[in-house]
């Protein structure tokens, strides 16, 4: 196994940094700002339209997507060290078109889309032109198992199908570009287990689509992307809709979550780093009891471990990332999950140092700190919690070496 960087990677490696110094961190008050005063939060500040103009004229467009000729063509190794230099600023991924839920669902049309679907909904969404939601969670039933979810798809006649349910947390289905959901619920509440579910392409603008709320973290509803509770009454949508086939939402929901697991902890790592990086600068500029913060030991301690943690978390994105190519995603279903429970943890307790070091300004709006925290926190539960994660990996580990007893 050889977790080197490839010339290619190497190459916009070095174009996406450039891009973000020049481009990604100056926007980010401007953005901020925006969502703060802008008299309707739900609008697209006008800055991420120029990042994205720019980030396409330049090349760096659809950088994921490995196995298709839709994106740049790389592999999730070569692709690893990019999604991290995106994932320094929480508006980075966005800029290359790059950003969660819209990857995980065109995955999802690349690989399960017929051509009829890729055409409506995949092409504008590689283009830019519109944005996406993935409707899954459900606030009544413990969504971490997802054989509890009771949004019915039911079929009327052979022209359709009707979709009833309420779910939370879609997250994008606020933004004024989102134009289509993919909504997982029950087809035949009588198939085995694993096969009651489907995915269906429910359009945003269908009848008896109700938006409750947006959902808040922490206090923040993260206007203008948002992650919205909504209601499915009696809404209709054709045949032709439906992903794969009926029953197959399970084949899908793990085709999809493998690549969109890696991806969070790619830009986790990426949030770390820079976290770190404002720890060294914090620590060598501020003065306290006579001395720069850099000289107390417990500072430095601080700062060593978390650049070991870095590093290990990155090395074990790597290594889920080569897996995933040289195996498949399925058989890589190991490390995926390891690096799910490690890297959101390892940045949470990096960005508390770093916030814990920078003292009052840590929890404030003058850096990003705060909103990485967050972020970090946040995936602990998105796309799986932590105690799901422990419990296969737990089981496939005993699997494989407690037969051998």
């Known amino acids: 196994m050889s977790l080197a960087q490839s010339n290619r990677s190497k190459a916009l490696a070095s174009r996406v940094s450039a891009f973000m110094d020049k481009h990604v961190y100056h926007a980010e008050k401007p953005y901020k700002e925006h969502v703060a005063t802008a008299a309707d939060r739900w609008t697209v500040p006008p800055v991420m339209d120029e990042l994205k103009a720019k980030a396409r004229a330049e090349g760096l467009w659809n950088l ?149 709320r947006p959902m808040q973290v922490f206090g923040n509803d993260d206007a203008p992307h948002g992650h919205a509770e909504i209601v499915f009454d009696n809404v209709r949508v054709p045949a032709e809709n439906m992903l794969l086939g009926e029953g197959r939402g399970f084949e899908i929901a793990q085709g999809r979550l493998g690549p969109g697991r890696i991806h969070h902890c790619m830009r986790l790592v990426g949030c770390a780093q820079r976290a ?61 999950a390891m690096i799910k429970i490690v890297a959101p943890m390892m940045a949470q307790t990096v960005i508390d140092r770093a916030i814990q070091l920078h003292g009052a300004m840590g929890v404030s709006q003058d850096t990003f700190l705060a909103d990485a925290w967050k972020y970090a926190r946040t995936i602990r539960i998105a796309d799986g919690p932590d105690a799901v994660h422990l419990a296969s990996l737990g089981k496939q580990i005993v699997g494989r070496y407690g037969a051998k007893a």
């Open 64 to 212: 994921f997507l490995p196995e298709s000729e839709l994106g740049a063509g790389l592999s999730n190794l070569e692709y690893a060290p990019l999604s991290e230099i995106m994932g320094r600023s929480l508006i980075g991924a966005e800029a290359f078109n790059c950003s969660a839920p819209d990857t995980g669902n065109m995955e999802v049309l690349v690989r399960y889309g017929t051509p009829e679907q890729k055409e409506q909904w995949l092409k504008p969404l590689l283009d830019g032109k519109i944005r996406s939601a993935f409707c899954m969670t459900e606030p009544d039933v413990a969504s971490s198992d997802a054989t509890n979810i009771r949004c019915s798809i039911e079929r009327e006649g052979n022209s359709g199908y009707v979709v009833n349910g309420r779910k939370w947390w879609a997250s994008g289905a606020l933004d004024p570009r989102c134009e289509i959901f993919i909504v997982m619920g029950k087809t035949d509440p009588g198939a085995p287990k694993h096969q009651q579910q489907s995915m269906i392409l429910v359009p945003r603008s269908t009848p008896g689509i109700k938006i409750v």
């Open 276 to 336: 770190l990086e404002l720890m060294c600068v914090r620590a060598s500029q501020r003065v306290a009891f006579g001395r720069v913060l850099s000289d107390h030991g417990p500072v430095r301690e601080d700062i060593a471990r978390s650049a070991c943690e870095i590093e290990q978390a990155r090395l074990l994105t790597l290594s889920a990332a080569d897996k995933m190519d040289r195996e498949g995603n399925k058989s890589a279903r190991d490390l995926i």
